[in-house]
């Protein structure tokens, strides 16, 4: 049996609650239906969940809930599904590709191997080789892995109210990635706030060029097409991106 974070409205102390029969629904990575929690102002009074199918379900089909972000690419979701004591194989866990939005692919290892880019030939194996789908090169998974750990790393090192750092490990990374790697996505999910407090503080209007607003929509884009195909429904992220996508 599961329990759920639930956030207060107040959003700093969040409680974890037990909900005797939502708490039976099993994990999927990209979920069927989503939670609504609603409690009182301070959470000390009575919670309660709803569930909400977030696509067409059709009847007898499993309903399914995430147990943890869905931001995150194949092999670091499955790694920490192992938690709950299971290994995933969902239906986005299966394909390579995600649904086509590339969040584990690397660039081909291979030096004059200038467009292709590296996937799991079997995202449900850990241990699989890593296949180039231009020039048919191999890697090994470890090699994969030592570098996306090594960029996480770099990453969580930056000055987190640093914008220019970010968008600079952004230029840096985005050589060694698919455009959609999650890396690269949780960078961008850092840096979209970042741009909206400064255009906010920005009374005079000097400090924001043409250049800034179209790279802050360029990543707003690039993050709501994988909420698209992966966080399907009306979810809470997909309504924050939108939100900063519209409001220049
Ligand atoms: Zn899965
Ligand atoms: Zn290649």
Redesign the pocket.
């Known amino acids: 049996m599961n329990c759920f974070e639930v956030s207060n409205r107040t959003g700093d102390n969040g409680v974890r609650g037990v909900f005797p029969v939502t708490s039976l629904l099993s ?4 979920p069927n239906v989503r939670m609504a929690f609603r409690n009182d102002a301070t959470c000390q009074g009575t919670c309660s969940n709803r569930c909400v199918a977030a696509v067409d379900v059709e009847e007898g089909q499993d309903l399914t809930v995430a147990y943890l972000h869905l931001h995150m690419g ?1 092999k670091e ?2 790694e920490r ?1 192992k938690d709950w004591f299971f290994l ?3 239906d ?2 299966k394909d390579p590709t995600e649904f086509g939005t590339w969040q584990d692919a690397v660039r081909c290892f291979k030096n004059d191997c200038k467009k292709g880019f590296l996937l799991p030939e079997n995202p449900l194996d850990f241990g699989s080789l890593w296949k180039c789908g231009d020039c048919g090169e191999s890697s090994d998974s470890s090699l994969v892995k030592n570098l996306v750990e090594e960029l996480l790393e770099e990453k969580n090192t930056l000055d987190r109210s640093d914008l220019q750092s970010y968008l600079d490990f952004l230029d840096r990374v985005e050589k060694k990635l698919h455009e959609n790697h999650y890396v690269l996505n949780a960078t961008r999910r850092w840096i979209l706030p970042l741009y909206c407090r400064m255009m906010a503080n920005n009374k005079a209007g000097n400090l924001v060029t043409e250049d800034m607003l179209e790279k802050k929509l360029e990543m707003c884009r690039k993050y709501l097409y994988i909420l698209d195909r992966v966080e399907r429904g009306l979810t809470k992220n997909r309504g924050r991106e939108s939100n900063i996508y519209v409001n220049l």
């Open positions: 994990h999927s990575c990209s194949t979701r499955r599904l995933c194989a969902c986005r866990c």
